[in-house]
């Protein structure tokens, strides 16, 4: 079957109508202790996939429950009774900064603005621009996502027998690093969930929760690197497939400082000499020497089974440059989610998306031609914004994430992550992606650590390639060039014109974006959801992402 052009690219795929969520309970003896486990949730689970109507049904109906009494009710009308209809008349879509308002007063300590059910602390948002927004956390909300999550383990154990037999390597942010005006702890999402896991899941990990909470990122990393490279990792994840590669870069950059700490029990050297004593403490006496590595390259060093990322949309080039360095272990895709919530996750690391999470959150989807669709109505092909209402008080609330449906599981669309709505290069009209600028510098011939695009204007237009990496920046300028024209018919057809000039390469100094974020970590971003900066769409963002350390 042929898929539609996504982004101008014709992709052939195998049929999808035969995906099923293939959670039998017949398997090695670690996935069948889990599937008893869940067993309960699997069973609502397949039923919601082949009823998607009924499920999201049922989740608006528990979500305006849970909203009954609160200001956001009164406001709009919601009563007792209200369906999928009268919901969308009474609550209009809303974008974050329209949303403020409401959560402002819960940050501030309101009780009753958005939920029944007081939050128990505040998620920062992994926005780099700007002031930071603060979703709040329920009970009930929190639950919806650690059960979508535990499903994705699920699948992942299934295909994995020798996982339990070793360790899990992530790199988190603090589940905790503030206090709102209201008194409610501030956090990050990926470090909350890590603290939500039970026990004997959390005995797994490789890195201690205590080093997650080192404040300088380069210490943090470090310390992560001397526990991962003492114990028996099978796996690693986290967000973002440039964090992995950065982490395997320094990895060899601080190759005689952590043989060093290695070999005598410590965590003394390089960026872990910066570590107040009141935290390396606690953590040294973890440690204990440990016999001299061959090789200290992670690669090397572990028995890697799968390495668990975000790998679509503008994530694909480092995750395709991910899965050349890793050789025949998987790059699996973690699925779409973000500090809002779960949207869709894969069952298999075969499939081309991931399926939604319809027992989760209420979703809907504005389609470009101005249609909001629910979840069952959505077809092969379509791309849509994504529209979600939760347990948590958010209600319509625009996401501004693409999506584009590659197929349906039973009767629920799989989906893939496109990108951020809106976030385009467009000096003359070509509107390009970062979907796109990620797949055209997949095929300039280089490897490269990072990189950045934007837009230089003048009387006649050109983009500026900025680079870090061993390359002829020239040459990446050209080639990404070809490569643009080749995705995106309007960028050709204006290069072809002259409206647009040719791109510009220009270098960056080696450990450009190791130092780019861990400017943004030390300005509130949380690192394991910091996005890569795959273009800059106007000159405060370029300055932003250009700019040297002081």
Known sequence: ????????????????????????????????????????????????????????????????????????????????????????????????EEYRDYLDAVASGGRMVLTKQAPTMLLETSGTTGRPKHLPVTA????????????????LVR???????????TLVSPAVHGISPGGLPIGSNTGRIRAAQPFWLRGRYAVPTDAMQIEDSAARQYTALRFGLAADVRSVTTANPSLVLLLFRRAMEWESELRADLESGTLRHGPAASIPDAVRGPLERMLKPEPRLSSIHPCDA????????????????????L???????????????????????????????????????VMEFATECGQVLWAHELEEGMRARVILTTSSGLYRY?????????????????????????????AVGERVS???????????????????????????????????????V?????????????????????????????????????????????????????AGQLKDPIIAIDASEWIRVLAEQS
């Open 323 to 361: 899965s050349h360095l890793l050789g025949d272990v998987p790059v699996r895709e973690l699925g779409i989610s973000a500090s809002e919530g779960s949207i869709a996750f894969p069952l298999d690391a075969a499939w081309p998306g991931s399926v939604l999470w319809v027992g989760g959150h």
């Open 1 to 96: 079957m042929r898929l539609p052009t996504w982004y101008g690219v014709e992709m052939e795929v195998d049929s999808l109508a035969q995906l099923t969520p293939n959670l039998g309970p017949e398997g090695h003896r670690s996935y069948r202790f889990l599937r008893w486990v869940l067993s309960g949730a699997v069973r609502r689970f397949e039923s919601d996939l082949d009823r998607p109507e009924a499920a999201q049904k049922r989740r608006l109906e528990a979500i305006v429950k849970g909203m009954r009494g609160t200001r956001f009710a009164a406001e709009h009308g919601i009563g007792d009774r209200i369906d999928g209809a009268e919901f969308r008349e009474r609550v209009p879509v809303r974008t974050a």
């Open 302 to 321: 572990w028995n890697l089974l799968t390495v668990n990322t975000w790998t679509n949309g503008p994530a694909a080039y480092f995750a395709d440059r």
């Open 474 to 526: 020239s040459a990446v300028a050209m080639n990404f060039d070809h490569s643009l024209a080749q995705l995106n018919v309007e960028y050709a057809s204006k290069r072809a014109s002259g409206r647009l000039g040719p791109p510009e390469g220009r270098r960056l100094s080696p450990g450009h974006y190791a130092r780019y974020r861990s400017r943004m970590v030390a300005s509130g971003a949380p």
């Open 140 to 155: 009930a909300w929190a639950e919806s996502v650690q059960m979508a999550q535990r499903l994705w383990t699920l699948a």
């Open 434 to 472: 970062e979907a796109q600028v990620s797949m055209a510098m997949g095929s300039v011939g280089a490897v490269l650590d990072g990189f950045t695009v934007g837009i230089q204007s003048g009387e006649v237009p050109n983009y500026t390639v900025a680079v870090e990496g061993d390359c002829e």
């Open 398 to 426: 625009d996401m501004d994430d693409e999506i584009e449906v590659v197929g349906h599981c039973l009767r629920t669309p799989v989906v893939r992550f496109i990108g951020k709505h809106g976030r385009y290069l467009n």
């Open 159 to 169: 295909d994995h027998p020798e996982l339990a037999a070793g360790k899990a390597f």
